[in-house]
C-alpha cells in the first residue's frame, strides 16, 4: 500500500489518503480512500496511470472507491491488471489535482 501526497491544492483542504492493491479469492483487487475537508456530495476523480478509473464522491469527509477483477482480467477502462498500477491521482472535477501518489519506481 502507498499514502498518498497532497498536493498544494490538496493541502487547503487537508486531503489525505491511502491506496491498496491485494489478491483475495482469485481477485485483484484496488481499494483508495481519501480524507478531505469538503462539502458531503463533491465528487472527485481517480485516475490510475493517468486514465480516469471512476468516481467518487464525498460523504462525512471521506470518500472510497474499490475495484476488483479475476486474476485472468484487467481492470475497467482499459486499465491494466492492478500489478500494473503504477501511478494514482486523485481530482476535482476541474482536473485540479489534490493527491497523488506512485507505486514501486514509477
Known sequence: SIDLIPTPSGRTISASGKVETYEDSGWQCVR?????ELSDG?????????????SIVVLGREA?????????GN????LPAVSGIKTVMVARLD????????FGNA
Request: zero cysteines; hydrophobic letters at 45%.
Open 32 to 36: 483508495l480512500a481519501v480524507r478531505a
Open 64 to 72: 472510497e472507491l474499490a475495484l476488483g477483477v479475476s486474476e485472468s
Open 75 to 78: 481492470l475497467p477502462y482499459g
Open 95 to 102: 482536473g485540479t489535482a489534490v493527491l497523488t501518489g506512485a
Open 42 to 54: 463533491t465528487p472527485l476523480t481517480v485516475l490510475l496511470n493517468h486514465e480516469p478509473a471512476g
